[in-house]
C-alpha cells in the first residue's frame, strides 16, 4: 500500500478511491452507510 501512495503523491490521510461495481458489494466495504447515502447509490448507481 505504501507504494501505492507514493506512487500517486498521496497519504494515509488522503487514500485512492475504491470504485465499486455493484450496490451490492457496499456492505462487504463499507460499514455505518448512512441511509440517506444508500438511497442516492439505489437511484443513482450505474449498472443493475
Known amino acids: 500500500m505504501t507504494l501505492l501512495l507514493a506512487?500517486?503523491?498521496r497519504s494515509r490521510k488522503m487514500?485512492?478511491?475504491v470504485?465499486?461495481?455493484?450496490?451490492n458489494a457496499?456492505?462487504?466495504l463499507?460499514?455505518?452507510v448512512p441511509a440517506e447515502a444508500r438511497r442516492l447509490a439505489e437511484a443513482f448507481w450505474?449498472?443493475?
Do not use: N, Q
Request: net charge negative; no cysteine.
Open 26 to 28: 457496499l456492505d462487504g
Open 7 to 9: 506512487s500517486k503523491g
Open 19 to 23: 470504485l465499486i461495481p455493484r450496490l
Open 15 to 17: 487514500p485512492p478511491p
Open 30 to 32: 463499507a460499514t455505518d
Open 46 to 48: 450505474p449498472g443493475d
